[in-house]
């Protein structure tokens, strides 16, 4: 096996690597990011599930901590590639069916990426938010303006209320330089779209540099992100502000975003799966930690540690977070817009932990770089996937480049400028944003169905190959059971999110057929990179055979019609 994976730049006169200059600390605190996922949707579930909210989140960071098993071991069995789990499963699947290997790659990437445009988006609405806050109603601004203007408006009390809001927010919120409606989405070059390009420029000048200036960067803001983020989990539990009533009754929620009960039906099973569904995009994402394998100095005991530290970071503070944020804010409280579409959440919990308008201030810009620290995560992680495709032979050959500090730059501006396009769309509107990350999502739970079955397919076919660390049968078992529970969440769940989603996350899925078409076929001539299959020796050796039979195609059946049954029976 080779120390490290080359690959062709420019026009094949020269040659670049990724470095192993990190240990498992490194790939922790790049992962660290992770934990900061949940301010991306714990408004929305909270919208959706209502007081199951909590239930949510636990039960989804309890299979993302189980599957990360399977992951650690498909990982071992490749000292040398880097790109996650996608990479791993890939070299699984190809054996089988050709083209599912290219889609686990891509479906995680297009998965990860879009971190970038909607955390910018998000961070861009806390900077506005506190540089130039909109007024609520009940401000004493409103009040003075209704004062000096409200008998010339006519309509009721909200209408005018409403209008007192519109007339006193700042023009810089509603500034746009191009606007348009394209099928289920808005696009908008607003302020918003500006600022979040800014942060995410600022955080590929950080990447550029390589892995080891990257994991640098992010242990110190994420010490400064994490301890901010158990404050607001245990502060609450300490002052006596959580309320335990906001705990019941467990039921399902009539319909999304109203607080009136519903009941165990299959409209509320619907809901609480769309929470699942949409959970798993956060909780799932500590996988990113083993992206680096052939950047760590030590994979073989590097691997492990990193996905199994990283697990125990998010296994506390997915659950410790969203439990206290539901017991302070009760039903009423997380069912406010603001919370919904994510734009009141850092100030929300900011509140919780109390210390005045100074604390509020410092709780919000630690909120902004949790945020960074998950685009830092999602450009490590999903360029490197990339990467690694480009070098497999899945993805176009001039993804495979990298710069002297060993960072895959091309891959980077790939992401860079899909994510630019993304922005345009996640800062239109909240419901522009949740189409977007529902889609992803749908990319998120095929990679997630086909690397936790290639978990066993990799034991049937190459349980000779020497693993660094071996997952438990029964652990590997329940991952592939949960690869099909994930797929019921999709067939089930996206549709609460948009009516489109579903269909439009099997299409994005499907264009990497062309893609890899274009790059076997005709720029390979039909034949994978010597790379593809180093670690497994596949191909003319005998380490990796094919003995899983009928087996892999049954799943891939399986998993479909799960999707199919699951989307036609469940229904709001």
């Known amino acids: 096996m080779t120390s490290v994976i080359d690959a062709s730049i420019e026009s094949g006169s020269s040659e670049g690597k990724l470095h192993r200059s990190i240990d498992w600390t490194g790939a922790f605190w790049v992962a660290s990011g992770v934990p900061a996922l949940v301010l991306f949707s714990i408004g929305g579930i909270a919208g959706t599930t209502g007081k199951l909210s909590f239930l949510i989140w636990g039960l989804s960071i309890f299979m993302g901590f189980i599957q990360s098993f399977t992951y650690a071991e498909i990982a071992g069995l490749f000292p040398n590639k880097s790109g996650g789990a996608s990479i791993y499963g890939a070299a699984a699947w190809v054996r089988y069916v050709k083209l599912v290997a290219p889609l686990s790659v891509w479906c995680n990437w297009f998965a990860w990426s879009p971190v970038l445009s909607l955390g910018c988006s998000i961070a861009a609405a806390y900077i506005l938010n506190a540089l130039a806050p909109v007024p609520l109603a009940s401000s004493p601004e409103v009040a003075h303006w209704l004062a000096a203007h409200g008998a010339s408006i006519a309509g009721s009390s909200a209408d005018k209320a409403a209008a007192a809001v519109a007339a006193l927010t700042p023009s810089i919120r509603t500034w746009t330089a191009f606007q348009h409606t394209i099928g289920p989405v808005s696009v908008s070059f607003n302020t918003a779209f500006f600022v979040g390009a800014a942060l995410m420029l600022i955080v590929f000048a950080i990447q550029h540099k390589g892995i080891l200036g990257t994991a640098n960067v992010q242990k110190w803001i994420g010490l400064i992100v994490i301890v901010p983020m158990v404050i607001v989990g245990i502060v609450p539990l300490l002052t006596g ?53 052939s950047e760590f100095r030590n994979p073989s005991k590097d691997t492990f540690k990193a996905i199994f530290y990283s697990g125990l970071l998010c296994l506390a503070l997915f ?254």
């Open 241 to 293: 502000k959580v309320d335990w009533s906001n705990f019941s009754p467990l039921v399902p929620l009539a319909a999304a975003s109203a607080p009136a009960p519903g009941s165990w039906n299959v409209a509320g099973w619907t809901l609480v799966l769309g929470g699942m569904f949409i959970a798993a995009w956060s909780t799932y994402g500590f996988e990113t930690a083993v992206c680096y394998t």
């Open 319 to 572: 659950i410790l977070v969203p439990f206290t944020f539901q017991g302070v804010l009760g039903l009423n409280g997380m069912l406010d817009p603001t919370i919904v579409d994510g734009s009141g959440v850092a100030q929300a919990m900011a509140h919780m932990v109390g210390g005045g308008k100074f604390m509020e201030s410092i709780l919000v810009m630690l909120m902004i770089l949790a945020l960074i620290l998950s685009i830092m995560t999602a450009m490590a992680g999903s360029s490197r996937t990339l990467y690694q495709g480009s070098v497999d032979g899945w993805l176009p050959r001039y993804l495979s480049f990298v710069n002297s500090h060993g960072a895959p730059t091309r891959a980077m501006w790939t992401d860079l400028c899909f994510n630019l396009i993304l922005l345009a769309i996640a800062c239109a509107d909240s419901t522009s944003f949740f189409f977007v990350l529902a889609v992803s999502n749908v990319g998120y739970i095929i990679f997630n169905f086909l690397n936790l079955n290639s978990g066993w397919i990799h034991r049937i076919d190459s349980g000779n190959v020497p693993r660094p660390f071996r997952a438990p049968n029964w652990i590997l078992g329940l991952g592939a059971i949960f690869g099909f529970v994930n797929a019921l969440f999709m067939g089930a769940g996206a549709k609460t999110w948009n009516a489109s989603a579903l269909w439009a996350g099997l299409i994005t899925a499907a264009m990497i057929i062309p893609v890899f078409v274009f790059r076997h076929y005709i720029q390979d001539g039909g034949k994978f990179p010597h790379e593809t299959f180093e670690d497994l020796q596949v191909g003319d050796k005998p380490s990796t055979q094919k003995r899983a039979g009928i087996l892999p195609y049954l799943t891939l059946a399986g998993g479909l019609a799960v999707v199919l049954l699951a989307n036609w029976f469940f229904q709001m």
